[in-house]
Structure formats: structure tokens, C-alpha cells
């Protein structure tokens, strides 16, 4: 017998080398998901300042706002220098603060229009073309 393959106990290593392996994938996944998906500002002050604003709710123990996020970055571009895009990160008091005066949960949307007034309230965006239809009833540049 091969002693390079099974330990003294006579048991093979193969289950324990795969364990291991699926443990390590599990964790880099997690990390991964952790991080944050594109620059979204967290200065809520710019809601008003004569530029509208799209702003997601997001929690990191949530997955929905990271998708959202995800979703909103697909439609960026088209808007980008005409609307600001912000997050209201609901682990931040001022982002609980800011949600709370907007009723809003991770993933939610709230479009406001240049003067700061909300324009338009998506619950859990599935589509690029629900978010675009939002921020095409602003009037923008």
C-alpha cells in the first residue's frame, strides 16, 4: 500500500484535501461578495443641488441591493454627468437616517428630480429598462 495516499489510520486523504478546498472556495466567495460593485457616492447632501439623483438603499448583509447596484451600473453610462448616482448604506447612520425619511429597505430606488423632490420609487428594480424609464421622466440636460 502507498502510505502517500492513506494516513496510518488506513482512511484515504482525498475526502479531507476536498473539504479543505470546498471551505476555501466558500470563504474567497464571500469575501467577493463583499465588495463594493462601482463608485456609488454616499454624500446625500448633493440630493437638491440642481442635478437629479438616483439613490439605492444598500445593506451589505443583503444580496438585493448589491444586484440592484449591478443592474443600475448596466444603465449608467447613458446618464452619467446628467444624474447623480448615490447610496444610502443602511449600516451608516446617515444612510439609516436617510432611509428612514424615505421609507426604504435595501434595493429600493428613489429617483429625485434636480430641486430634490422624489420623482419616482422602484421596489427592487428587475430590469435595466424600469430603471432607464425612471430616470427618462426627469428632465435632464
Given at each position: 500500500m502507498d502510505n502517500k495516499t492513506k494516513p496510518a489510520s488506513g482512511k484515504p486523504r482525498w475526502p479531507r484535501a476536498l473539504i479543505t478546498l470546498a471551505v476555501v472556495v466558500g470563504a474567497?466567495?464571500?469575501?467577493?461578495?463583499?465588495?463594493?460593485r462601482g463608485a456609488f457616492s454616499?454624500?446625500?447632501?448633493?440630493?437638491?443641488?440642481?442635478?437629479?439623483?438616483?439613490?439605492?438603499?444598500?445593506d451589505k448583509n443583503y444580496l438585493a441591493g448589491a444586484e440592484v447596484m449591478d443592474l443600475i451600473n448596466t444603465v449608467r453610462p447613458e446618464y452619467e454627468?446628467?444624474?447623480?448616482?448615490?447610496?444610502?448604506?443602511?449600516?451608516?447612520?446617515?444612510g439609516q437616517a436617510f432611509a428612514r425619511r424615505h421609507d426604504m429597505d435595501d434595493a429600493i430606488v428613489v429617483v429625485f428630480d434636480a430641486d430634490g423632490s422624489p420623482a419616482a420609487r422602484l421596489v427592487i428594480p428587475q430590469t435595466a429598462e424600469v430603471i432607464r424609464a425612471a430616470l427618462d421622466i426627469l428632465d435632464t440636460p
Open positions: 474567497l466567495a464571500l469575501l467577493l461578495i463583499q465588495l463594493p454616499t454624500d446625500l447632501s448633493r440630493i437638491g443641488q440642481g442635478i437629479p439623483a438616483l439613490v439605492v438603499a444598500r454627468g446628467k444624474i447623480a448616482f448615490l447610496a444610502a448604506h443602511l449600516g451608516h447612520p446617515d
